[in-house]
């Protein structure tokens, strides 16, 4: 069984910064990729970002310069560093845990991230 926990939402300004941080939980497969999705209302769920166990990296168009993704594979945890937020990044973000190789993934419980003056 895999348990995602999330951390980090809340509520900024624009311009400001955050930082969310997902743990997983449970027997953990070294081999997996590790993202962030978000929803807006209204919205369907994009990807935000995602790292492979190797560190690779790929960012939506939307982030890339804002954005920084990030694991510590020991800790089981991925880390989303977000700065010069925008109106336009409010959602909730969901962290996603996949393995490539049995094709399976597991969602977190989202957060929420809210940029308003």
């Known amino acids: 069984q895999v348990q995602l926990v999330e951390s980090g939402g809340g509520l900024v300004q624009p311009g400001g910064s955050l930082r969310l941080s997902c743990e997983a939980r449970?027997?953990?497969?070294?081999?997996?990729?590790m993202g962030w999705y978000r929803q807006a209302p209204g919205d369907q769920r994009e990807l935000v970002a995602d790292i492979t166990s190797a560190g690779s990296t790929h960012y939506a168009d939307s982030v890339k310069g804002r954005f920084t993704i990030s694991r510590d594979s020991a800790k089981n945890t991925a880390y989303l560093q977000m700065n010069d937020l925008k109106p336009e990044d409010t959602a909730v973000f969901y962290c996603?845990?996949?393995?490539?190789?049995?094709?399976?993934?597991?969602w977190g419980q989202g957060t929420q991230v809210t940029v308003s003056s």
């Open positions: 996603h845990l996949f393995y490539p190789i049995a094709q399976r993934g597991y």
């Open positions: 449970g027997s953990i497969s070294r081999f997996n990729t």
